[in-house]
């Protein structure tokens, strides 16, 4: 053998050495993302909101693949130093361009550790309303009550107030009725307070209230409120109004159309 034949062994063996190296840390990275996401879903077993996992998701593997990028450049003998002095120059330049890009990135991480909202909670917050599926980086994704997909930018959601209907374990529902002018009140809150008291889900502590709520133009309102369950709220909200009309009917209590008076003076 030669002496340029062994140089060439040589490199082509330092090479395939290095490719080697290359290859390995490639499936490394990938046994790393598997068991991580092993962890995550054990992790939703106990407790962990199923919403974080697209974002932690993203976070975990898009770090792998800068750094598995920079060790296979460190391997094949590039100067990572300087490259990562350009990187970083160059991210300042694509920060600026991008500062919506990264201000959801920084928003999807807040909204990650403060959790104002939680998988599978339904939420209202400007425009937006629906109930929760995921947080990944650049966006929170939606399902809306008639079941429409929505994708709202995480900054959006960051930025304004957030009603969530879900978080509380109670919530107190209101419900009002118009009666007429000639029927009586007492007859019509007793009706009110029966419906609620055979009303299970009804919780008594905090007490239900009963009472006028204001004297229409064709009507007085009557109204009760009663605290629930969150979760038994849609449904009471529901039926009791028709089984509250249901008993009006029966006890001859009227729930008069909107109507005008007209005087003609002559």
């Given at each position: 053998?030669?002496?340029?034949?062994?140089?060439?062994?040589?490199?082509?063996?330092?090479?395939?050495?290095?490719?080697?190296?290359?290859?390995?840390?490639?499936?490394?990275?990938?046994?790393?993302?598997?068991?991580?996401?092993?962890?995550?879903?054990?992790?939703?077993?106990?407790?962990?909101?199923?919403?974080?996992?697209?974002?932690?998701?993203?976070?975990?593997?898009?770090?792998?693949?800068?750094?598995?990028?920079?060790?296979?450049?460190?391997?094949?003998?590039?100067?990572?130093?300087?490259?990562?002095?350009?990187?970083?120059?160059?991210?300042?330049?694509?920060?600026?361009?991008?500062?919506?890009?990264?201000?959801?990135?920084?928003?999807?991480?807040?909204?990650?550790?403060?959790?104002?909202?939680?998988?599978?909670?339904?939420?209202?917050?400007?425009?937006?309303?629906?109930?929760?599926?995921?947080?990944?980086?650049?966006?929170?994704t939606l399902k809306t009550l008639d079941g429409l997909y929505v994708s709202a930018p995480n900054s959006g959601l960051w930025g304004a107030p957030i009603v969530n209907f879900s978080r509380n374990p109670m919530r107190r529902l209101e419900v009002g009725f118009g009666i007429s002018y000639s029927a009586s009140v007492e007859k019509a809150t007793a009706i009110l307070k029966e419906v609620v008291e055979?009303?299970?889900?009804?919780?008594?502590?905090?007490?239900?209230?009963?009472?006028?709520?204001?004297?229409?133009?064709?009507?007085?309102?009557?109204?009760?409120?009663?605290?629930?369950?969150?979760?038994?709220?849609?449904?009471?909200?529901?039926?009791?109004?028709?089984?509250?009309?249901?008993?009006?009917?029966?006890?001859?209590?009227?729930?008069?159309?909107?109507?005008?008076?007209?005087?003609?003076?002559?």
């Amino acid at each position: 053998m030669n002496l340029h034949s062994l140089i060439d062994f040589v490199l082509d063996y330092y090479l395939l050495e290095r490719l080697g190296i290359i290859l390995a840390l490639l499936i490394l990275s990938q046994i790393i993302m598997a068991l991580f996401r092993r962890f995550l879903r054990r992790a939703e077993k106990r407790g962990l909101d199923s919403a974080a996992l697209p974002l932690l998701t993203s976070l975990v593997k898009y770090s792998l693949y800068v750094l598995v990028l920079l060790l296979a450049l460190n391997v094949l003998g590039v100067n990572t130093a300087g490259l990562i002095a350009m990187i970083g120059a160059a991210s300042l330049a694509i920060g600026l361009a991008l500062k919506d890009t990264l201000s959801n990135i920084a928003s999807g991480l807040l909204l990650l550790c403060l959790r104002p909202f939680r998988a599978s909670d339904y939420i209202e917050c400007g425009n937006i309303k629906g109930t929760i599926v995921g947080i990944s980086l650049f966006n929170t994704t939606l399902k809306t009550l008639d079941g429409l997909y929505v994708s709202a930018p995480n900054s959006g959601l960051w930025g304004a107030p957030i009603v969530n209907f879900s978080r509380n374990p109670m919530r107190r529902l209101e419900v009002g009725f118009g009666i007429s002018y000639s029927a009586s009140v007492e007859k019509a809150t007793a009706i009110l307070k029966e419906v609620v008291e055979n009303e299970p889900r009804f919780l008594k502590d905090p007490e239900p209230q009963y009472f006028v709520a204001s004297l229409d133009d064709s009507s007085v309102g009557v109204t009760f409120r009663a605290w629930v369950n969150t979760k038994d709220y849609a449904d009471l909200s529901r039926e009791c109004k028709a089984v509250v009309k249901q008993k009006f009917d029966e006890a001859g209590i009227e729930i008069p159309f909107p109507q005008c008076v007209v005087h003609l003076n002559k």
